[in-house]
């Protein structure tokens, strides 16, 4: 039995359902967060817990970010494996690989090290992007990234040159 006429049910599935933001299907994400940040750099545009970053301090750590995977031998469609604790970091090196042209290969610290090393190794992931608490080994060149003491702040906060495209494996 239906508990809703017929007119409530048509205004509950369909008009309420109607979405009012049209999404951009040609830019890549970080992109988007780029132009955003450049038109609304103090709003929030990332938070985990206590931690919170605006748009322009978010953008300008994953372009730093970028820059030293780009010095240490990432490029376009390289695989990354990504193994950070959920963190405001966690989200800046996911983008930080993306606008570095790489594809990100996330692994679940839950996992035991033989799955994840497993991931890596069929992924293709020659890079390995961490921090210090983790001890997974790995083969290919592992990136110890200690966000605290600022390994990434030698490097520009300024949006790279890189133009992945949307086709590309990032």
Same mark, same amino acid.
């Given at each position: 039995l239906?508990?809703?006429c017929p007119d409530e049910t048509h205004r509950i599935l369909a008009e309420f359902n109607q979405p009012d933001i049209s999404f951009v %299907? !040609?830019? =890549?994400i970080h992109r988007v967060i780029e132009e955003q940040?450049?038109? =609304?750099?103090g709003n929030i545009a990332v938070q985990y817990e206590d931690n919170a970053l605006n748009y322009r301090d978010f953008n300008a750590l994953c372009n730093r970010l970028a820059r030293l995977l780009r010095e240490r031998g990432v490029e376009k469609d390289s695989r990354v494996a990504l193994m950070i604790p959920r963190s405001v970091e966690m989200i800046a090196g996911v983008i930080a690989?993306?606008?570095a042209g790489a594809a990100c290969v996330p692994l679940d610290i839950g996992y035991p090290d033989e799955r994840n090393c497993f991931i890596i190794e069929d992924s293709g992931a020659r890079f390995f992007l961490k921090t210090p608490?983790?001890?997974? %080994?790995?083969?290919?060149d592992v990136l110890d990234i200690d966000y605290e003491a600022g390994a990434v702040k030698d490097f520009s906060g !300024?949006?790279? !040159? %890189?133009e992945p495209d949307p086709k590309d494996l990032s």
């Open positions: 239906p508990m809703l %299907v !040609d830019q =890549t940040a450049a038109r =609304t750099p690989i993306l606008k608490e983790i001890k997974l %080994v790995h083969s290919g !300024d949006n790279l !040159d %890189v």
